[in-house]
């Protein structure tokens, strides 16, 4: 059987995202389920809003052949989503929509559809970014990647995370490792 590879990120460029600190976790439980995991940081992609205008000038941004090429080469997303105003960070969405455009090496929706995901979220509110999962689901859906059922919406996380971004509270952790894992195990069988 082929390892399992995943790509992870946090749809948030703050340094100190508590989004990224919780991402960590799942990434270490889709690890120990056997899958090899490349983390990147968005920060590191910067790219314009999509615009069809800008694209038939100058065509896809290069940091967008950069993310094409990544999702390319993995079979699964772990994505750490914060909520913004009830729904999808405007930097996630970005990335996701110039990864679907046409590109060097050919239509964007090569470099999502079959893939699969697996989403947590963290906030300090009650619902810990829950709302915003909907969307991001709904999104990678109609894009024809399959979304595994278990999610994990961390509340109170500004309550129990450690300065190391570990997670303090030994329920909310093994939740949010099983996304991570749950995610490579399933990957794993429709690779196979």
Same mark, same amino acid.
């Given at each position: 059987?082929?390892?399992?590879?995943?790509?992870?990120?946090?749809?948030?460029?703050?340094?100190?995202?508590?989004?990224?600190?919780?991402? %960590? #976790? +799942?990434?270490?439980?889709?690890?120990? =389920? /056997? !899958?090899?995991?490349?983390?990147?940081? &968005?920060?590191?992609?910067?790219?314009?809003?999509?615009?069809?205008?800008?694209?038939?000038?100058?065509?896809?941004?290069?940091?967008?052949?950069?993310?094409?090429?990544?999702?390319?080469?993995?079979?699964?997303?772990?994505?750490?989503?914060?909520?913004?105003?009830?729904?999808?960070?405007?930097?996630?969405?970005?990335?996701?929509?110039?990864?679907?455009?046409?590109?060097?090496?050919?239509?964007?929706?090569?470099?999502?559809?079959? %893939? #699969? +995901?697996?989403?947590?979220?963290?906030? =300090? /509110? !009650?619902?810990?970014?829950?709302?915003? &999962?909907?969307?991001?689901?709904?999104?990678?859906?109609?894009?024809?990647?399959?979304?595994?059922?278990?999610?994990?919406?961390?509340?109170?996380?500004?309550?129990?995370?450690?300065?190391?971004?570990?997670?303090?509270?030994?329920?909310?952790?093994?939740?949010?490792?099983?996304?991570?894992?749950?995610?490579?195990?399933?990957?794993?069988?429709?690779?196979?």
């Amino acid at each position: 059987m082929p390892t399992v590879k995943l790509l992870a990120f946090a749809g948030s460029a703050r340094r100190d995202s508590m989004n990224k600190k919780v991402l %960590k #976790t +799942a990434v270490a439980g889709a690890r120990d =389920a /056997g !899958a090899e995991v490349t983390v990147i940081d &968005l920060r590191d992609y910067p790219m314009p809003l999509v615009d069809e205008d800008l694209e038939a000038a100058e065509g896809l941004p290069e940091n967008g052949a950069k993310m094409q090429d990544l999702f390319g080469a993995h079979h699964g997303l772990l994505l750490a989503c914060p909520e913004y105003n009830s729904s999808i960070t405007p930097l996630l969405k970005n990335t996701i929509d110039w990864v679907s455009r046409p590109g060097p090496n050919g239509p964007g929706s090569q470099f999502l559809r079959g %893939k #699969t +995901a697996g989403l947590v979220s963290a906030s =300090a /509110g !009650a619902l810990g970014g829950l709302r915003g &999962l909907v969307h991001v689901r709904a999104i990678l859906g109609n894009v024809g990647m399959t979304v595994i059922p278990n999610q994990v919406a961390v509340s109170g996380a500004n309550k129990i995370l450690a300065e190391d971004g570990s997670i303090t509270d030994p329920d909310r952790e093994k939740q949010v490792r099983a996304v991570g894992a749950t995610l490579a195990e399933v990957t794993g069988k429709l690779i196979a």
